[in-house]
């Protein structure tokens, strides 16, 4: 069994900064891509990073330049650093993982049960 676990999220003034972790853990054999997605209500779920085991990152147009994706290979673990937070990164905020279980061939994705982050005055 596999399971993402996310923390950091929280209420936050617009120009706060705060930061997501996200924990994979279980029968792992290797994780590809590691990424953070977010959905506000009434919206479809978007990309904001990804990150692969090599180290290459892809953002969203909107966070480029203020949000930071990151992971530690050795704990199974992501982290997205935010700063300069706007109202409109209000949403929750979905952890996702294309991992490699022992004794299976082929990968599978993987998600968080999301963490709220609320930027507000």
């Known amino acids: 069994q596999v399971q993402l676990v996310e923390s950091g999220g929280g209420l936050v003034q617009p120009g706060g900064s705060l930061r997501l972790s996200c924990a994979a853990s279980?029968?792992?054999?290797?994780?590809?891509?590691m990424g953070w997605y977010r959905q506000a209500p009434g919206e479809q779920r978007e990309l904001v990073a990804t990150?692969?085991?090599?180290?290459?990152?892809n953002y969203a147009d909107s966070v480029k330049g203020r949000f930071t994706i990151s992971r530690d290979n050795a704990k199974n673990t992501v982290y997205l650093q935010m700063i300069s937070l706007k109202p409109e990164d209000t949403a929750v905020y979905y952890c996702?993982?294309?991992?490699?279980?022992?004794?299976?061939?082929?990968?599978?994705?993987?998600w968080g049960q999301g963490t709220q982050v609320t930027v507000s005055s």
């Open positions: 990150i692969t085991s090599g180290g290459s990152t």
């Open positions: 996702y993982a294309n991992i490699r279980r022992r004794t299976v061939i082929h990968p599978s994705h993987y």
């Open positions: 279980g029968s792992i054999f290797s994780i590809n891509v």
